[in-house]
């Protein structure tokens, strides 16, 4: 028997690669694995998704609101019972939950915004005959912008109603300008169910205050024109302006000014100069003219 030994047993040739290589080998087959649990995982989003989105109707988590509920809570608030509960529910419904991009608010908020328009400036018109084109179009645009609207549909708790999408945060509140579209669709969706006085009712209804404080110059702070204007519409009177009392230094002086129509003196108000004090006191005049609290001391 021959003693020569064995040559060494190469391990490449058998087991496939050595050190470094069955190392790479391994971290590939790895690398690989992840790979195809992050897609499976991504897919299974996808198609979560596609499920939640693609019906407007399917029920939604224990923590949201069933969209039928919701649609009940619109119609109350809005004092009007739809025919067509889709049109309704397609003024609600923001983009993130729609089942496809045609079936959310967003042509209805194009049509509402006409709608809103139209309604204020015949209202503006009938109302104010002695306002110029120029007057009517700065109040007209005061009263129709999105921190209006955004406002009166949080005062309705329209913003309560929305559908959304779930990746929109439920738990905070929405963005005025998503607020300000909803209400215009909403508009949209009532005049295109119950035609154009029922809408108009219900808008002269809720803006009834922002009107008010458009015209009354809030915006501007013209009052004295405006008082002017009311008082010989109103009373066939011109308003005049009484110095109260006067306080301060000469270099800091105040001044303290009522409004005066057909002998009806109205609460004076402070001024840091005379003119500033008559337009606080013409303010005044206007807000209790109106019922409402005067806005200045």
């Excluded at 809720?206 to 458009?214: D, K, N, P």
């Excluded at 009354?216 to 405006?226: A, H, I, T, V, Y």
């Excluded at 002086?253 to 005379?274: D, T, Y």
Aim: glycine share 6%.
């Amino acid at each position: 028997m021959s003693s020569q030994s064995s040559p060494p047993h190469d391990q490449s040739s058998d087991d496939g690669p050595s050190g470094a290589g069955r190392a790479d080998s391994i971290e590939e087959r790895n690398s690989s694995q992840r790979s195809a649990a992050m897609r499976l995982a991504k897919e299974t989003a996808e198609a979560d998704d596609l499920h939640h989105d693609g019906a407007m109707t399917s029920p939604m988590p224990d923590c949201e609101e069933p969209i039928e509920e919701k649609l009940d809570r619109c119609q109350q608030i809005v004092e009007y019972k739809f025919k067509d509960l889709s049109l309704l529910q397609a003024a609600l419904t923001h983009a993130s939950g729609a089942a496809h991009r045609l079936a959310n608010n967003e042509r209805l908020e194009f049509l509402g915004d006409s709608i809103l328009g139209l309604v204020v400036c015949e209202w503006l018109y009938q109302e104010y005959p002695e306002y110029s084109e120029g007057d009517l179009t700065k109040i007209k645009s005061s009263v129709v912008s999105r921190r209006s609207c955004g406002k009166i549909a949080c005062e309705l708790r329209l913003d309560e109603c929305l559908i959304v999408g779930k990746g929109i945060n439920r738990g905070r509140s929405f963005p005025r300008s998503l607020v300000s579209d909803v209400f215009e669709a909403v508009v949209a969706a009532i005049y295109l169910d119950g035609g154009f006085d029922v809408v108009r009712d219900r808008l002269r209804k809720w803006l009834a205050a922002e009107v008010r404080m458009a015209v009354e110059g809030r915006g501007s702070g013209n009052f004295k024109s405006l008082l002017q204007q009311y008082a010989q519409r109103e009373r066939a009177s011109t308003p005049f302006y009484r110095l109260v009392t006067e306080s301060g230094p000469d270099h800091r002086k105040r001044f303290r000014v009522s409004a005066v129509i057909a002998g009806e003196e109205f609460q004076p108000a402070w001024g840091n100069n005379k003119k500033d004090a008559e337009q606080h006191a013409a303010a005044n005049a206007l807000a209790i003219l109106h019922k409402e609290p005067p806005p200045f001391e």
